[in-house]
């Protein structure tokens, strides 16, 4: 099987590795992937599902179409959660024996989020499943699975991947250069999708220095509402392109509109918490360990007119709306607030 899709998890994949090997002696049929977000989780899952069955796996992570491939399924959701009906149309499936292959595969994404009767529906089948049948479940929230379900589930936990690592892996894997690699990495905060998003699309860098410098520049209400007309905007186009090619109904297709663009926010986000990590860097004179590199003597400059307990104070700020943004549909509302907040003249 082909593992050098899976960036900076060599212990892991050593154990797997050892585990294919020995898959007669004893093979546990449930098995629970869990790490931070960005390391490499669905990768992992699919390259040793892959292994047990002796396919190579491709780039877009499908099984090979050469090699037999109706035995692993990948599963996920688009919902904020699987239903009842969702596990009862996976269990289906399990009473159908592999078409040529030793194992019948399921791997299932976001596996916290099943429903309370969903959970404990598949827990049933977890418990006493066919002899043919392998479940890998991912999830980056360990602790929202049920715990019945982690208690019968072979763990793998994955580490958070290096920026050189992840860089490395870039320059390989996608032949870009060195310094758009180190970049991306650098500033993905060690998340091997985005670092891959940036990598492809430099464009994408450019827009965010230039987001971070107007945020860096907030000094009156206007700048704040201004900045947030357009990262709604921005998240909102976004959004709506990445949906229009596809073959859903008009519910289901506002319904994934309006999660691409609360993810569009959320990353945007994570970005902004950079600036202020780094303005904490300046501020304690650890330059060395600015991450936005290519912004560092405007950092050290805003770093001169912030206090260390304001920094902290954003930060806070940033992961509160993060929250709400996940739960609220006011997006314009949270982020003109937050960048309210965020003037360091005030």
Known sequence: ASWDKVIDQETVVSFLQKTVENKNKY??????????PGSGRT?????????????????????????????IRFITTQKPEYSVAD????????????????????????????????????????????????WILCTTNPRDVLITIRSRCTKVELKTPTAQAIANALEKELQVSHNLAAASARVSGNHIGLAKR???????????????????????????????????????EAAKAAVEELDIDAKEKKRQETRIKK?????????????????????????????????????????????????????LQINDARRRIKTNAQTLLILEALFSSLNRRL
């Open 198 to 236: 940036y990598a492809k699309n430099p464009k994408l860098l450019e827009e965010r220095s230039h987001l971070l410098l107007q945020l860096l520049g907030i000094s009156s209400f206007s700048d704040a509402i201004l900045l947030a007309d357009a990262v709604e905007k921005k998240a909102a």
């Open 27 to 36: 093979m546990p049929q449930s098995w629970l992937i869990t790490g931070p």
């Open 43 to 71: 990768t992992v899952a699919k390259s040793f599902a892959g292994a047990l069955q002796g396919n190579e796996l491709q780039e877009n992570d499908a099984p090979n179409p050469d090699a037999p491939s109706l035995d």
């Open 263 to 315: 993810d569009e926010l959320d990353l945007m986000l994570i970005s902004s918490l950079t600036i202020y990590r780094d303005l904490y860097m300046a501020k304690t004179a650890l330059e060395d360990y600015i991450i936005n590199l290519n912004l560092k003597q405007s950092i050290i400059s805003a770093s001169a007119e912030i206090t260390l307990p304001r920094i902290m104070w954003s930060i």
């Open 87 to 134: 596990i009862r149309e996976i269990l289906a499936e399990t009473e159908t024996p592999p078409v040529s292959q030793p194992y019948k595969i399921f791997i299932i994404e976001d596996v916290d989020r099943m429903s309370p009767q969903a959970a404990n529906l598949f827990l049933k089948n977890l418990e006493e499943p066919y002899d043919y049948i392998i």
